[in-house]
């Protein structure tokens, strides 16, 4: 398993690949993976010749107060894990590769990046979308594999490939859940016995809102009401939001008419979560 740290071998091996017909897909992802990040590999590996995992903590989409040092890094276990999942190579370039001395441009998208987890991370979607799109044009690939975990972060890339025509076809995979409909997350080994029982209730009250969606609801706000007080039931929980968006532009919506996300933030004693799903699309 090759890990590549320089923007000039990548592109080497990358065009050698494309001479020879493969196709290519590419999984961006900030390292320390896991399950999650290994089915994105796994569906890339089953739809591409050729798949590149890339591994960057991205420092411009951490705010001033959030800490880029202590996030998580274990570039063994990534490799372990990108090969097993069946990737080609691992991208991981040191900082001063991807923002040299001197880099000052940026890529932002409006309107779907002020909402939702945008509300209170206003520069966060500016520098995701910054370094996918340096990716893509790194990369090249012909497919690019995002979770439908992080919604939010999946419609603003779509949104920059749509307005800046970047030839590549973002792909959304679905949320990987435990057994009994946790979403995983890095976030979860975080979670007290008690908290883990405890956040539950995130899953639970996204299967009350589709339940109601199915009989026909069409309410955003009775669905929201039920929603809160199913979550409010549980103590240790406290609701960051609870939403439901036009699935595409993430703006709020009052009747469902078409598809629709309901994403929602809640936080078990310290921990926040965040899980989701699309109706109807
Ligand atoms: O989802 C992530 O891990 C990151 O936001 C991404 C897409 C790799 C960009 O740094």
New binding site residues.
């Given amino acids: 398993m090759k890990l590549i740290t320089t923007i000039k071998e990548i592109r080497e091996i990358v065009s050698e690949w494309k001479k020879a017909g493969k196709t290519v897909g590419l999984v ?3 390292g320390y993976l896991h399950e999650g990040h290994q089915s994105l590999i796994r569906q890339a590996h089953a739809e591409n010749d050729k798949v590149v995992v ?1 591994v ?1 903590v ?1 420092p411009t ?1 951490f705010s001033a107060n959030e800490d880029l040092s202590s996030y998580p890094r274990d570039i063994e276990n990534d490799l372990e894990k990108s090969h097993e999942a069946g990737a080609s190579l691992i991208f991981h370039p040191e900082v001063s590769e991807m923002y040299p001395d001197g880099f000052n441009t940026y890529i932002e998208a409006f309107g779907v990046t002020e909402v939702l987890e945008g509300a209170s991370r206003p520069t966060h979607f500016r ?2 979308t910054t ?2 799109g340096k990716l893509f044009n790194i990369v090249q690939p012909d497919r690019a594999y ?1 979770g439908q975990k ?1 919604a939010q ?1 999946a419609a603003v890339i779509e949104q920059m490939v749509r307005d800046l025509n970047f030839p590549v076809k973002v792909v959304c995979c679905p949320i990987i859940r435990e057994e009994d409909g946790l979403a995983k997350s890095s976030r979860n080994v975080y979670l007290s016995e008690e908290e883990r029982e405890a956040a539950l209730v995130l899953s639970q009250s996204l299967k009350l809102a589709k339940k109601m969606l199915e009989q026909g609801e069409k309410s955003a706000e009775k669905i929201k009401q039920t929603m809160t007080e199913k979550i409010q039931q549980e103590p240790l929980a406290e609701i960051d939001y609870i939403k439901i968006v036009d699935h595409r532009s993430l703006q709020d919506v009052a009747v469902i008419e078409a598809a629709v996300l309901i994403p929602i933030a809640v936080r078990i004693g310290n921990t926040r979560l965040i899980d989701n799903f699309v109706f109807g699309e």
């Fill in positions: 961006p992802t900030m890339s960057f991205n989409q520098g995701v370094v996918v995002f992080d972060q």
